[in-house]
């Protein structure tokens, strides 16, 4: 690229949804960590809310001169991601979730992993990976097992433990190619993301330690449509 030397060394999207509650620590966490490091970097909040946290996130940007907020207007978690990424600045594009599930040690790890890959994600599903506070359903992991190994395994041919783990860092000129072409913008995105982005790119899965939040936005019924879209994605019907 070249303008290269322009760019900042990370972008870290922050998808938010009405995250009054969650966000500011996270925020804290993030910044003092990264702050610590020779990383030219910027946190851009994805936000779509009614809860009045756009508002506090602002005030926040004003203390903090490298996160920024950008107005999202449609839910979908993926939608979000792909905003914040189109308005990025970094050489390595990112995404972390609004409740410190990855805290920002276990997040600098994915950094580090990158050597000889275009890609490095975190994943809860190896042996070496490590949750915390599980608290995720029953029927939420046998969906997630079912996924995992009918979807990702068997439809779309992808050998990774963990698709849906909500930290990932990409190589900019990779994942700025794949972004056009993605379909699904909801919270499963992943798969189709690293699935198209595995055609032209090498992915490192990381274990990490996830500390999980007993909060959740996430609904099977908004997702189980996207099921069908997976579907005509991977046959691109
Ligand atoms: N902008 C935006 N962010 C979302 C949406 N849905 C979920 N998120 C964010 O995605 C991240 C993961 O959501 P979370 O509720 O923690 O789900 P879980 O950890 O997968 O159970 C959080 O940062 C949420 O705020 C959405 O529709 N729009
Ligand atoms: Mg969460």
């Given at each position: 690229?070249?303008?290269?030397?322009a760019?900042?060394?990370?972008?870290?999207?922050?998808?938010?949804y009405?995250?009054?509650?969650?966000?500011?620590?996270?925020?804290?966490?993030?910044?003092?960590?990264f702050?610590?490091?020779?990383?030219r970097?910027?946190?851009?909040?994805?936000?779509i809310?009614?809860?009045g946290?756009k508002?506090?996130?602002?005030?926040?940007?004003?203390k903090?001169?490298n996160?920024?907020?950008?107005?999202?207007?449609?839910?979908?978690?993926?939608?979000?991601?792909?905003?914040?990424?189109?308005?990025?600045?970094?050489?390595?594009?990112?995404?972390t979730?609004?409740?410190?599930?990855?805290?920002?040690?276990?997040?600098?790890?994915?950094?580090g992993?990158?050597?000889?890959?275009?890609?490095?994600?975190?994943s809860r599903?190896?042996?070496?990976?490590?949750?915390?506070?599980?608290?995720?359903?029953?029927f939420?992991?046998?969906?997630?097992?079912?996924?995992?190994?009918?979807?990702?395994?068997?439809?779309?041919?992808?050998?990774?433990?963990d698709?849906?783990?909500?930290a990932?860092i990409?190589?900019?000129?990779?994942?700025?190619?794949?972004?056009p072409?993605?379909?699904?913008t909801?919270?499963?995105?992943?798969?189709?993301?690293?699935?198209?982005?595995?055609?032209?790119?090498?992915?490192n899965?990381?274990?990490?330690?996830?500390?999980?939040?007993?909060?959740?936005?996430f609904?099977?019924?908004e997702?189980?449509s996207?099921?069908?879209?997976?579907?005509?994605v991977r046959?691109?019907?």
């Amino acid at each position: 690229m070249s303008n290269d030397r322009a760019l900042l060394d990370l972008s870290i999207v922050i998808p938010s949804y009405n995250e009054r509650n969650r966000i500011f620590k996270t925020l804290d966490a993030y910044t003092s960590f990264f702050d610590t490091k020779k990383i030219r970097y910027e946190i851009i909040v994805a936000d779509i809310s009614t809860d009045g946290s756009k508002e506090l996130i602002r005030k926040y940007q004003k203390k903090h001169k490298n996160v920024v907020v950008l107005d999202i207007k449609q839910r979908g978690k993926g939608l979000a991601v792909f905003e914040g990424f189109k308005i990025s600045k970094g050489k390595l594009l990112s995404f972390t979730d609004a409740d410190n599930a990855t805290p920002p040690p276990e997040f600098f790890k994915l950094y580090g992993e990158l050597e000889g890959f275009d890609a490095a994600i975190g994943s809860r599903g190896m042996r070496r990976s490590k949750v915390v506070n599980y608290h995720q359903s029953f029927f939420r992991r046998l969906g997630s097992f079912v996924l995992g190994v009918v979807f990702v395994y068997f439809i779309f041919g992808l050998h990774i433990h963990d698709t849906q783990c909500g930290a990932k860092i990409f190589r900019r000129e990779k994942i700025l190619k794949v972004l056009p072409k993605m379909r699904i913008t909801n919270s499963i995105f992943d798969i189709e993301l690293l699935w198209r982005f595995s055609k032209i790119g090498k992915i490192n899965e990381v274990p990490i330690k996830w500390v999980d939040d007993n909060f959740s936005h996430f609904r099977w019924s908004e997702t189980i449509s996207e099921f069908f879209w997976l579907l005509r994605v991977r046959f691109g019907l």
